[in-house]
């Protein structure tokens, strides 16, 4: 515990009262002996990132649940990586750093929910690098992040059913096997008709 507190640069009684509030993990213990590694010393570093941010330690400690909480990686992408879309790896203060203010416990629930975020031992992993981006200047422009979130579910359903709209079409009237080469057509139907959908909902 001094070892690591020492690395950590912060005080055995600061690390003990962490540890009382289950900010960190327990230790792995030999005998009397208790072991920590790495994991721990990333977990006390990320504590300190976003205290500088203004989070308060009940705030980090619900963070923290809804964090070990949500799926791993491995659950994300079950069913295969995206063919498009580049996840992203974050730490949880760069997360803090893109969302400023925004990342509350409720929110990242809502994201791990939703699949956009995942677990990765001590990182997040967005599942899309441009989800991220697009996430962040509607956050920036005034837009709530908890709007943004319910918006990207309500979103997410209706995608659903376009997606299964062209892939009964593609296989219907196409050798099979030529669905995934016919998927730019299908994209850019999508994009035009939401392009002018959004020209008759401006003009009313």
């Known amino acids: 515990m001094e070892e690591l507190a020492k690395e950590a640069g912060i005080t055995v009684r ?3 009262f962490y540890r009382e509030r289950g900010l960190i993990q327990p230790p792995r213990r030999e005998g009397r002996i208790a072991w920590y590694d790495e994991h721990h010393l990333a977990r006390l570093r990320t504590i ?5 941010r203004g989070h308060t330690l009940n705030g980090i400690a619900d963070l923290a649940t809804a ?3 949500g799926r791993d990686v491995g659950e994300v992408l079950g069913l295969g990586e995206p063919t498009e879309e580049t996840p992203v790896r974050l730490s949880p203060e760069e997360l803090a750093d893109y969302f400023e203010g925004e990342v509350t416990p409720e929110n990242l629930a809502a994201a791990l929910d939703l699949g956009y975020l995942a677990t ?3 990182e997040i992993v967005h599942i899309s690098r441009r989800l991220l981006d697009v ?3 509607l956050v920036r422009e005034g837009v709530p992040l908890a709007a943004v979130l319910d918006a990207a579910r309500r979103v997410r359903s209706h995608a659903d059913a376009l997606a299964d709209l062209f892939v009964d079409v593609l296989r219907a009237h196409t050798p099979e096997g ?3 080469r016919l998927r730019p057509l299908a994209k850019s139907v999508v994009e035009a008709e939401l392009s002018m959908a959004l020209d008759r909902r401006l003009r009313q």
């Open 178 to 180: 030529e669905v995934e």
């Open 14 to 16: 600061t690390l003990r």
């Open 120 to 122: 990765d031992g001590d």
């Open 67 to 69: 964090f070990e909480s």
């Open 135 to 137: 996430s962040a200047a």
């Open 48 to 52: 300190a990132a976003l205290l500088e």
